[in-house]
C-alpha cells in the first residue's frame, strides 16, 4: 500500500488515467482479500512474465510505470528489454512548441539500464535547436546498442541544420559503428556529410534497406554514390535532385542489387533561374530493366520557367507532385513521356485552360489512378472526357471546384453527374469556404 | 397583470425580422431596449478599432430608428449578470427576451441569466433568428453528430423544411401600445459610448469603409439583390478584392442584417428569373458556410482552439512570435500576402480567396505557425470575424478538420499574380512598390538592382526581403504534413500525397504494425472506399429524400479516437485507457515522471475503434426503437459493423499470435 501511495505522489498532481485507478484499485482489493485469508490463488503477482509481458505491450509507458509501482514482479516486467526495443524521444521546449516532451529523467534511466535494449528509435524535434542538440547528446551516449531503425524527424523547422555539424557527426557516427545492423535510416533535412555515410557504409552495408535524406547539403553526389555502390540490400532511398546523377542509377540497376522498390527525388530551386542538369534515358531505362516494378516519386518546386531539362524524354516516374505552378507546355510533355504515371498533383497552372494535356495524359498515361488540380482551369466537357477516358481506375480524383470552367455542355451543377458516371461511384469537386 | 418588457440586443442588432423583439411587444405595457456593454472590459478586449467603430455605429442606427418609433435604445454600463437584477427591479420588469445565441459561450452566457430571471420572477423568451435553421436538428438528423463535410451538411439541409419567413420590421402601432417614459435624462444615463470612451485614440481615423448599421444593410441588400450577378453566374470569375458596396459579411456578423430576409430574397429572385421551381442550395453559398460552421461549433466550447478539440488534427506547430508578428503587420516581404494584410487591418474585411492566402501562408503553406495565432488577428481586425465561422474557416484552410486534402497549396507569388495580374491590389496598399513593373510586383526581390532604385525601393532597406524561401518552406511542410497524416491514414485516407508508397513497414518491427496498415500501398484503396461509402450515400438530389447516414462522423470518430487517445500527436500508442468516454489530448501539458509512451507494441488503437462501434451502435439501437422507419437502413449498417468488427477482431487475435 505504501508503494501505491509513493506512485500518486510521483504522479505529481495529475490524475492518473482511469485503467490504472481501476487497475490499482483491483489489486488493492487483491490484497485485502489476501489479508483476510481468501483464496491466494488469486495473486495477480504470481502471472507467468509472458502473459505479463503480453499485457504491458498493450499498456501505454505511463500506465506501465504506474503498474510497476504494484509489486516487485511488476516492476521487474516493467524493465523486460522487450519492452524497451522501441523508443519515440519527443524533444521540445516549451517556448517553441505547443507539444509535451519526454521527461529527461525518463531519457537519463533509458540510457542507463534500457539503451542496449533499444533497436528502433525515433526521435521527434520541434524547431530549437536545443531541442535538435538534445537529440545529438542522447545519440552520442547510446555506445552499447544495436539500432535497426533510426529516425530523425523535425516536426516544425529543420532544426538539426542548426546543431554545429562536427556535434552532428560525432553523434550520428557513434551509432553508425555501434549499430553495425541498421537496417532504416531516415535523416532528412540534416548537416549529414559525405565522411560520415562512409562510415555508415562501413559498418552497415548489409542491412541498410531504406535510406532518406532529403534536403542534405552537405552530401555530395559522389557520397551518395559510395551508399549505392556498397549497399546492395537498398530498397528505397529518398534524396533531392543535385544528388541524382546517371552514375547512381546505374549503380543501383547493377547486377549485384536488390530491386530497388522506391526512390523519390525532391527538385527544388535555391533561387530563380537555376540550372538543372539531364539524367540520361539509358540510365532511366537501365532502372526499369533492374527494377520493373519500382515507384519513381518526384515532387517539383521550381518556377515555371527552370522546367526546360525536364520531361524531354521517357522518364518512369511514377508519382509526380508540382507543388508550384507549373506550366501547359510541361504538362504536355509530361502527358508524353510519362507511361508509368500512377499519380499527379498540380497545386497550380497559368489561366489557360489544361484540356488538351489532360486528354493526353489520359490517353498516353494509362496508370494513372489518382490526380489532383488546385489553381488551375479545365472546361467541363474537357474534364468529364478525361475521366470517361480514365473510367473506374480513377480512385482519387480532387479538383477544385473553381478548376472546372462550365461552358456549352455541362454546367457545375450537371457536372459531378456526368462525372459520378464515368466513375461509378458519387463525386464532387472539392469545395473552399466562400466565407 | 402589467408587462414591462426588456429586450436585449446583442446580435442582431436591427428592427427587422427580430422574433424576440416582437416577443418582446406582444401585449406588453412597456417595452425597452437594451444593449449592455462594459467600457473597461471593451478596452481590454482583443478587437480592434474597426470592430467597435462599426458595433457603435450598428447600436447608433438602431437608437435613431427607434427615435423614429418614440423610443430609445438604452445603452447599459457593465455586465450582464451585474446590470440584469438592478434592471429587474428598477423598471419592475416582467418579460426579458433576446435572440438565441448558439455558441458555446453565448449558452453558457445565457443560461445564467435565464436562472437569475427566473429568480426575479422575470419570464424570459428566447427566439432563434440568427442562423437559417435549428442547428440542433441538423444535428439530430446526423444521428446527433454535427456533419463535418460540407457535403453532408447540404444533404441534410436539402431535406429540412425551408427556413422560417423573415418577419417584418417592428412598426410604430406596436411601438405606441408599449411606450415606455424616456426620462429627460436618458442621453446621460444611457449613451452610446464614443470610441474614445472605450479607450481607443480617434486622431487621424481615416473614415470607415464600412459603415454599420441596419439602414446600411437594407440599402446594400437592394443594391446587391439588383445586381443579380449570383443568379446568372454563381462563379465569378474576376474576383474583386476591394471592399464591394454590396459586400454583406459584417452586416450578417452583427445581425443588421437578417440571414432569412436575405434567404427569402435570394429565392424570391431567383424563382422569378430563372422560372424553376427550386433553387439550388449554391444559391446560398455563404449563407450555408456560416451556417455549417455554427452547427460544427455549437456543442464543442473547445471549438477555437487544437488542445482538446475533438474535431482538430494535432499539427506539431512552431511557436515563432517574431514570425507571427511580421505576417499580423504586413511584414512578410510577400508584397501579395503584406498587402492582404494591410488592407485587413486598415479596412476590416478581405476577399475570401484573400483570406485563403494569407491563411495558408502562416499555417500549412510557409510559415507553419498554428491557425489559433492566426484565428485571433482575424478576429481583432476582421468585421465579419464569427467565434464560429473564424475558428472553423481556419481550420480548414489550415487543413486541420473537416478532411481537407493538404496538397493544395497557395503560392504567395503566383497565387496572387493570378488573381489580380495588374498588380494594382498591391499599389493600392503597399503603395512603397507602386513603381514597380507588373512583372516584379509580386516579387520584387528579383528585379535587378538597377530597377529597385528606379522604382525607389531597394528590397532589403525600403522594403523587407521576403521572410522565407517558399520553396523550400513548402517542401518541408508538406512533409509535416504528410507525417501527420499517414499516421491518421489508416483511419480515413485524406491525401493523395499521404498515399505515396514506401517500405518503411519492413524496416519496422513486426509489432509496431501501426505503419503496416497506415502506409502500405495496399491500404488506399480500403480508406478510400471509406471516403466514397460517406459520399456514395448521400442523396446527389436534393428533391429526393434517401437516408442519411453517419459515414462521415464514424470516420470522424475513429480519427477522434485515433489522435485524441494518443497522448502527443505522434503514432504512440494510446495512452489514455478505452472505457474513459471522452478522452482529451493533452499535448501541451507535462503529464508526470514517465511522460512519454514508447512506440511500443500496440493494438490499442484498432481494439479502440471496435469499442467506438459499440458504443454507436448501442446508441443507435436506442434510437432505432424510437424511430421504426430507420430500421432497414440501420440493420444493414449494423451487419456491416458487426463484420468489421469481425474482421478487426481476426487481425487482433492474429497479430497476437506473432
Not at chain 1, 501505454?60 to 509501482?69: K, T, V
Not at chain 1, 531505362?285 to 531539362?309: C, I, Q, T, W
Not at chain 1, 496508370?367 to 481506375?393: D, H, N, P, T, Y
Not at chain 2, 507588373?438 to 528579383?446: A, G, L, Q, V
Request: glycine content about 4%; overall charge negative.
Amino acid at each position: 500500500m505504501k508503494r501505491i501511495k509513493g506512485g500518486e505522489e510521483a504522479s505529481s498532481g495529475e490524475s492518473p488515467p482511469e485503467a490504472c485507478k481501476k487497475l490499482r484499485r483491483e489489486v488493492s482489493e487483491e490484497s485485502e482479500a489476501k489479508a483476510a485469508g481468501e483464496s491466494p490463488l488469486c495473486d495477480w503477482s504470481l502471472l507467468p512474465q509472458e502473459i505479463l509481458l503480453h499485457i504491458f505491450q498493450y499498456l501505454p509507458l505511463l500506465d506501465r510505470a504506474y503498474a510497476s509501482q504494484v509489486c516487485r514482479v511488476w516492476n521487474e516486467a516493467f524493465h523486460m528489454p522487450e519492452l524497451w526495443r522501441c523508443f519515440e524521444f519527443e524533444l521540445n521546449q516549451p517556448a517553441s512548441s505547443y507539444l509535451k516532451a519526454t521527461h529527461p529523467d525518463l531519457i537519463k534511466q533509458i540510457i542507463k539500464r534500457h539503451s542496449n535494449h533499444l533497436q528502433y528509435v525515433s526521435f521527434k524535434v520541434d524547431s530549437s535547436t536545443e531541442s535538435a542538440e538534445a537529440a545529438c547528446d542522447i545519440l552520442s551516449q547510446l555506445v552499447n546498442c544495436s539500432l535497426k531503425t533510426l529516425g530523425l524527424i523535425s516536426t516544425a523547422r529543420p532544426s538539426f541544420m542548426e546543431v554545429p555539424k562536427s556535434h552532428f557527426i560525432s553523434a550520428l557516427t557513434v551509432v553508425f559503428v555501434n549499430s553495425k545492423s541498421l537496417s532504416s535510416l531516415k535523416i532528412d533535412d540534416t548537416p549529414v556529410d559525405d565522411p560520415s555515410l562512409k562510415v555508415l557504409v562501413a559498418n552497415n552495408s548489409d542491412t541498410l534497406k531504406l535510406l532518406k535524406m532529403s534536403s542534405c547539403p552537405h552530401v555530395s553526389p559522389a557520397g551518395i554514390l559510395c551508399v549505392a555502390d556498397q549497399c546492395h540490400g537498398l530498397r528505397e532511398l529518398a534524396l533531392n535532385y543535385h544528388l541524382l546523377s546517371d552514375e547512381l542509377l546505374l549503380a543501383l540497376s547493377s547486377e549485384k542489387h536488390v530491386h530497388l522498390e522506391h526512390l523519390r527525388i525532391d527538385v527544388v530551386s535555391e533561387n530563380p533561374g537555376q540550372h538543372f542538369h539531364t539524367i540520361k534515358k539509358s540510365s532511366w531505362d537501365a532502372m526499369v530493366r533492374h527494377s520493373p516494378k519500382f515507384n519513381l516519386v518526384m515532387y517539383f518546386f521550381l518556377y515555371e520557367d527552370e522546367f526546360g531539362p525536364f520531361f524531354n524524354d521517357e522518364i518512369p516516374i511514377t508519382h509526380l507532385y508540382f507543388g508550384r505552378s507549373v506550366s501547359k507546355e510541361v504538362l504536355g510533355r509530361v502527358g508524353l513521356h510519362c507511361p508509368r504515371l500512377v499519380e499527379l498533383v498540380v497545386c497550380a497552372n497559368g489561366l489557360r485552360p489544361l484540356d488538351e494535356e489532360l486528354i493526353r495524359i489520359a490517353k498516353h498515361c494509362t496508370q494513372l489512378s489518382a490526380i489532383g488540380l488546385g489553381e488551375c482551369e479545365v472546361s467541363c466537357s474537357a474534364f468529364v472526357e478525361f475521366v470517361k477516358m480514365c473510367g473506374r481506375r480513377l480512385s482519387q480524383l480532387s479538383i477544385m471546384e473553381e478548376v472546372l470552367i462550365p461552358d456549352h455542355k455541362y454546367s457545375l451543377d450537371e457536372i459531378h453527374w456526368e462525372v459520378s458516371k464515368h466513375l461509378g461511384r458519387v463525386w464532387f469537386p472539392d469545395m473552399m469556404p466562400t466565407w | 397583470m402589467v408587462v414591462n418588457s426588456v429586450h436585449w440586443f446583442r446580435k442582431g442588432l436591427r428592427l427587422h425580422d427580430n422574433p424576440a423583439l416582437q416577443e418582446a411587444l406582444s401585449g406588453a405595457d412597456t417595452v425597452r431596449c437594451v444593449y449592455v456593454l462594459d467600457p473597461w472590459f471593451a478596452g481590454a478586449a482583443n478587437v480592434g478599432i474597426n470592430r467597435w467603430r462599426f458595433l457603435l455605429e450598428s447600436l447608433e442606427d438602431l437608437d435613431n430608428s427607434l427615435k423614429k418609433l418614440n423610443s430609445r435604445l438604452f445603452v447599459v454600463r457593465g455586465q450582464p449578470t451585474e446590470v440584469f437584477p438592478r434592471l429587474f427591479k428598477e423598471w419592475n420588469v416582467t418579460r426579458l427576451t433576446f435572440e438565441y445565441d448558439p455558441e458555446p459561450y453565448g449558452k453558457e452566457r445565457d443560461g445564467a441569466i435565464i436562472k437569475m430571471a427566473q429568480e426575479f420572477g422575470v419570464e424570459t423568451v428566447v427566439r432563434n433568428s440568427y442562423t437559417l435553421y435549428h442547428l440542433d436538428r441538423i444535428i439530430e438528423m446526423n444521428n446527433n453528430n454535427p456533419p463535418l463535410t460540407f457535403k453532408r451538411f447540404q444533404a441534410i439541409v436539402s431535406r429540412l423544411e425551408l427556413p422560417r419567413r423573415p418577419l417584418a420590421p417592428v412598426s410604430q402601432q406596436q411601438m405606441n401600445r408599449c411606450l415606455g417614459k424616456i426620462s429627460e435624462n436618458h442621453d446621460q444615463l444611457y449613451s452610446i459610448p464614443s470610441l474614445e470612451e472605450l479607450g481607443f485614440r480617434t486622431e487621424g481615423l481615416p473614415p470607415p469603409v464600412w459603415r454599420g448599421g441596419e439602414s446600411e444593410a437594407l440599402d446594400r441588400l437592394s443594391r446587391y439583390l439588383d445586381k443579380n450577378v449570383w443568379v446568372a453566374n454563381t462563379r465569378v470569375k474576376t474576383c474583386s478584392l476591394y471592399a464591394s458596396p454590396t459586400g454583406l459579411s459584417p452586416y450578417l456578423r452583427f445581425g443588421c442584417l437578417s440571414c432569412r430576409l436575405l434567404y427569402y430574397n435570394l429565392r424570391e429572385i431567383y424563382m422569378k428569373l430563372c422560372k424553376r421551381s427550386s433553387p439550388p442550395l449554391s444559391l446560398y453559398g455563404q449563407l450555408l458556410w456560416r451556417e455549417f460552421f455554427y452547427t460544427a461549433a455549437t456543442n464543442n466550447p473547445n471549438f477555437d482552439r487544437m488542445e482538446g478539440n475533438p474535431i482538430c488534427v494535432q499539427i506539431p506547430w512552431d511557436q515563432n512570435p517574431e514570425a507571427l508578428a511580421k505576417w499580423a503587420e504586413g511584414r512578410t516581404g510577400f508584397p501579395w500576402i503584406d498587402a492582404i494584410m494591410t488592407q485587413l487591418r486598415q479596412e476590416g474585411w478581405i476577399h475570401h480567396r484573400a483570406r485563403h492566402a494569407v491563411a495558408c501562408f502562416l499555417t500549412r503553406g510557409d510559415l507553419w505557425i498554428s491557425w489559433e495565432s492566426g484565428m485571433k488577428v482575424f478576429e481583432e481586425l476582421l468585421l465579419d470575424a464569427d467565434w464560429s465561422v473564424n475558428a472553423g474557416s481556419w481550420m480548414w484552410l489550415s487543413c486541420s478538420a473537416f478532411f481537407q486534402q493538404f496538397f493544395h497549396c497557395y503560392c504567395p507569388v503566383g497565387f496572387g499574380r493570378r488573381t489580380d495580374p495588374s498588380g494594382d491590389y498591391i499599389r493600392r496598399y503597399v503603395p512603397i512598390l507602386k513603381d514597380f513593373p507588373n512583372r516584379y510586383i509580386y516579387e520584387p526581390w528579383n528585379a535587378p538592382e538597377s530597377l529597385q532604385k528606379a522604382a525607389n525601393c531597394v528590397v532589403g532597406v525600403d522594403y523587407p526581403k521576403p521572410m522565407i524561401n517558399h520553396a523550400e518552406g513548402s517542401r518541408l511542410n508538406i512533409e509535416r504534413m504528410k507525417q501527420v497524416y499517414q499516421q491518421l491514414s489508416h483511419y480515413r485516407g485524406l491525401s493523395l500525397l499521404a498515399s505515396v508508397p514506401t517500405i518503411q513497414e519492413e524496416a519496422e518491427p513486426p509489432m509496431t504494425d501501426e505503419s503496416q496498415t497506415s502506409s502500405g500501398p495496399d491500404s488506399p484503396p480500403r480508406v478510400l472506399a471509406d471516403i466514397e461509402a460517406a459520399v456514395c450515400l448521400m442523396a446527389p438530389d436534393s428533391s429526393t429524400s434517401a437516408p442519411v447516414p453517419d459515414q462521415d462522423n464514424a470516420s470522424l470518430h475513429q480519427l477522434f479516437q485515433d489522435h485524441c487517445t494518443s497522448s502527443g500527436w505522434p503514432s504512440s500508442p494510446a495512452s489514455s485507457p478505452p472505457q474513459s468516454p471522452a478522452p482529451r489530448s493533452k499535448p501541451g501539458s507535462p503529464s508526470s515522471s514517465c511522460p512519454s509512451p514508447s512506440a511500443s507494441p500496440s493494438l490499442l488503437p484498432r481494439r479502440r475503434k471496435g469499442v467506438a462501434h459499440k458504443g454507436r451502435r448501442s446508441q443507435r439501437q436506442r434510437e432505432r426503437s424510437s424511430c421504426p422507419m430507420a430500421k432497414e437502413e440501420d440493420e444493414e449498417e449494423r451487419m456491416q459493423e458487426e463484420a468489421d468488427e469481425e474482421r478487426m477482431e481476426e487481425e487482433t487475435a492474429a497479430a497476437a499470435q506473432q
